[in-house]
């Protein structure tokens, strides 16, 4: 299962779902608008040990199109894509 469209609130946490399961287990990554995340100590977004995308404190820049990817030495999976929208000031 893939992650869905969210709507959320200035400020709010948002988490983004990719269930992965492989031999070997997959590396999960993920996209916004086409373009890698990269995460890093002072990133607002996290990759949860489920392979989940964590966005604390959701602003206008966070819009976008999310999906995961999964990896493994027998291939590479795509999610569906899912739409954030933020709302408020």
Not at 26 to 50: A, C, E, F, M
Request: net charge negative; hydrophobic share 30%; aromatic share 6%.
């Amino acid at each position: 299962m893939g992650p869905s469209n969210t709507t959320a609130m200035m400020g709010d946490i948002v988490v983004f779902t990719c269930d992965t399961t492989g031999d070997p287990p997959p590396q999960v990554t993920w996209q916004r608008n086409g373009r890698n995340i990269h995460i890093n100590g002072h990133s607002s977004y996290k990759i949860l040990d489920s392979g989940s995308l964590q966005l604390d404190s959701v602003g206008p820049a966070d819009y976008g199109l999310y999906h995961c990817l999964a990896k493994n030495e027998k291939g590479i999976v795509s999610s569906e894509t899912a739409h954030l929208q933020v709302e408020g000031e």
